[in-house]
């Protein structure tokens, strides 16, 4: 990608339901902004699993529903020598947040570009006060799961399209 100017990677466990969903809204919002030749934008898992797999079949559903299309995406993990390709690693939950972390102990610079993805949305805090920073792993459950995931990826990456923007501009 010439004129690439800010790299974006989502990363869930097994890149099959909630980082390539992540990719596909983030990917349209960037292209309706007009950065699409400035931010590359990918997506992996934590986990090997699912490596060169399509997207979750609910997954897809739930995006073509609202207008998205994810079928071009295959599952890929990610590797520790990204941290050098990546400006923004973007964690869905805790966990691969944690995980992440581990991958980068000891390499200059990398911890410092993981992020949890809700921490840009503003997230309200939960009963105990605590803001509710994971989108949850639909990969398990049935009925509204996945639009459910849906619905707060759209929230947070309007909001990570704000920082991007004053990365792309500086």
């Excluded at 010439?2 to 974006?8: K, M, N, P, Y």
């Excluded at 990363?11 to 902004?33: H, Q, W, Y």
């Excluded at 073509?64 to 079928?71: A, I």
């Excluded at 921490?119 to 605590?130: E, F, L």
Aim: proline share 3%; net charge negative; glycine share 12%.
């Amino acid at each position: 990608m010439t004129g690439v100017t800010f790299r974006v990677v989502f990363v869930c466990m097994g890149n099959i339901c909630r980082s390539p969903t992540a990719e596909v809204v983030f990917r349209k919002l960037v292209t309706d902004a007009g950065l699409a030749d400035r931010v590359e934008i990918a997506s992996a898992g934590t986990g090997g699993w699912h490596v060169g797999n399509g997207a979750d079949r609910r997954s897809l559903a739930a995006l073509r529903e609202r207008g998205y299309d994810g079928s071009g995406h295959r599952a890929r993990q990610f590797e520790r020598d990204w941290f050098d390709r990546y400006d923004l690693v973007v964690a869905m939950d805790r966990e691969n947040e944690r995980d992440l972390r581990r991958l980068a102990a000891g390499l200059p610079g990398a911890a410092e570009k993981i992020r949890l993805l809700r921490s840009y949305d503003g997230t309200p805090a939960g009963d105990a006060g605590v803001a509710e920073l994971d989108v949850p792993d639909p990969y398990y459950g049935e009925g509204d799961g996945f639009a459910r995931v849906l619905d707060m990826v759209e929230s947070a990456c309007a909001a990570l399209l704000a920082e991007v923007r004053r990365n792309v501009a500086a």
